[in-house]
């Protein structure tokens, strides 16, 4: 199956500042690349998501660059704001198996 | 637009009862369908998937059960509640596509 490692687990950055979360995967069958956002009580929200024959897409202050040589991939949040202060979470989707998995998630805290 | 319910949004169960959380996605047609538990902390842990009406896959085994008597509707149940059995329930559906999406959540409390 497939192993997805996040890091960090926690992350705290200025207003303003940019934040960046990375995970890596074990299994180049992989081929889609989601990231969700969940904010505290709720459900994860997709928020970018990128594609194994792409190696980066950008969203306004959101990016997310992928490297399939290396097997890992990044979102990179500029300009950060308060309100992006959440636990944003990594996945690969493994088409062989029909299945997400997850990394275990980062806690974004954006200091006003 | 497609959207997705799930009920209730909390729920507080003693030890030994039954538990039927329902999940219900509207817009769409023969969805894949998901079951996952995220317990105090973060993680994400993957209990079910369906790619079709009553075809279900477990993917950890436990005392839950989950049923999809309609193409739009899943169900996750429990004859007999753990303590261990708290946690943030997650249904999610996925189109014919790559992008999952999920509903809201139902809180799960055993004492």
């Known amino acids: 199956g497939e192993n997805v490692e996040q890091h960090p687990s926690t992350l705290s950055v200025q207003e303003g500042d940019s934040a960046v979360i990375k995970c890596t995967y074990s299994?180049?069958?992989?081929?889609?690349f989601p990231w969700y956002k969940q904010e505290l009580g709720k459900g994860p929200q997709l928020i970018i998501d990128i594609r194994s024959n792409v190696g980066e897409k950008k969203d306004q202050r959101i990016a997310v660059t992928l490297n399939k040589t290396a097997k890992h991939f990044s979102l990179h949040i500029t300009e950060t704001q308060p309100e992006d202060s959440a636990v944003y979470f990594c996945a690969a989707f493994l088409y062989t198996g029909n299945q997400f998995y997850f990394g275990t998630g980062t806690s974004l805290t954006v200091i006003p | 637009s497609q959207t997705i319910h799930q009920w209730p949004a909390t729920l507080v169960q003693p030890v030994g009862s039954p538990l039927s959380l329902e999940c219900t996605v509207e817009?769409?047609?023969?969805?894949?369908l998901y079951w996952y538990r995220q317990a105090a902390g973060r993680g994400l842990q993957l209990l079910f998937y369906s790619v079709g009406i009553g075809q279900i896959s477990s993917e950890v085994p436990q005392n839950l059960s989950a049923s999809r008597p309609q193409d739009r509707q899943f169900i996750l149940s429990s004859k007999k509640l753990l303590l261990s059995d708290s946690g943030f329930y997650l249904c999610?559906?996925?189109?014919?596509?790559?992008?999952?999406?999920f509903g809201p959540g139902t809180r799960l409390t055993v004492l």
């Open positions: 817009g769409t047609s023969n969805p894949n």
């Open positions: 299994d180049s069958a992989s081929n889609y």
């Open positions: 999610a559906w996925r189109p014919r596509g790559n992008e999952q999406f």
